[in-house]
């Protein structure tokens, strides 16, 4: 799980020895944090690569949702796609647009909360994605709001590719960093009715614990959400190949993809 998250976190820790006050993993100083613990062997160039072994359309236009300070779009632009990155955090953006020296003609970012602001007004684009279980962390009475708007970006044909945690039975209540290849340890507990989850994230090698919480869905859930927002041809899988043969019994979590 990027993967997993937006959280809050107010520990004091120390960080190239630096005493920095956390206030969220996705923002100032922390993003340092997040992308060491999640990028720091080209895994983003890995998940671009995994998109484009399904996604042969070129020089097409590309929406992120929830870009982060910008490394997966980018990389789509060093290879001939046009891309505009969404992100509710000010300093990831920022820090988007100042690793965007090179493709500005290409890319570009903006703060965007996209569970109250417009997504794209009259632009469309062809393929819009969301990963690293970004809409997870929107409120599970608002996220049909949030894929209608996602339609209404979308041009004909177009596609709609995220990732959602899972809320399976039995639940998965701890996973370890051999299963996540992370030096993460993810401890968790669901409301199996609302799918409402609590995670603790022990980060092994910065020696902090951090609480946030999400939502997690099941495969009918999801599936009737994009149904009544107009999506079809539906297909989910754990690994963005989309290849069936990596299907597991108990999914954390599952990307799914739809047409308009």
């Known amino acids: 799980m990027k993967h997993a998250s937006k959280f809050k ?36 160039i890995a998940e671009v690569e995994q998109i484009l072994t399904w996604y042969r359309q070129r020089n097409t236009r590309i929406l992120d949702i929830g870009c982060s300070s910008g490394l997966h779009a980018l990389e789509f632009a060093k290879r001939g796609f046009y891309i505009e990155g969404l992100d509710i955090e000010q300093s990831a953006i920022e820090l988007a647009k100042k690793r965007n020296s090179e493709y500005m003609q290409k890319a570009g970012f ?7 602001d417009e997504l794209c007004g009259s632009e469309k684009f062809d393929l819009i994605y969301s990963i690293g279980n970004v809409l997870s962390h929107v ?13 209404g970006c979308l041009g004909k044909n177009g596609i709609f590719l995220f990732d959602v ?26 409301d199996e009715e609302t799918g409402r989850i609590g995670m603790d994230g022990i980060f092994l090698d910065f020696d902090f614990t951090q609480h946030f919480e999400v ?11 994009l149904n009544h927002a107009g999506f079809g041809n539906i297909e989910f899988s754990e690994k963005l190949d989309f290849n069936v043969k990596n299907q597991t019994e108990k999914p954390i979590s599952l990307y799914f993809r739809a047409k308009y």
């Open 139 to 151: 409120r599970k009475n608002r996220i049909l709001n949030v894929f209608l708007k996602v339609k």
């Open 9 to 44: 976190i107010t520990k004091k820790i120390l960080f190239t020895e630096t005493l920095i006050i956390m206030t969220g993993l996705y923002r100032n100083s922390g993003l340092k944090i997040y992308e060491k613990s999640h990028y720091s062997h080209g895994e983003y």
């Open 165 to 190: 945690l899972m809320n399976t039975k039995p639940f998965r209540k701890e996973i370890n960093p051999k299963e996540n290849e992370l030096q993460i340890i993810w401890k968790r507990q669901i």
């Open 110 to 116: 903006r703060v965007v909360d996209i569970e109250k």
């Open 215 to 225: 939502w997690g869905y099941t495969i009918r859930e999801i599936t009737e959400l």
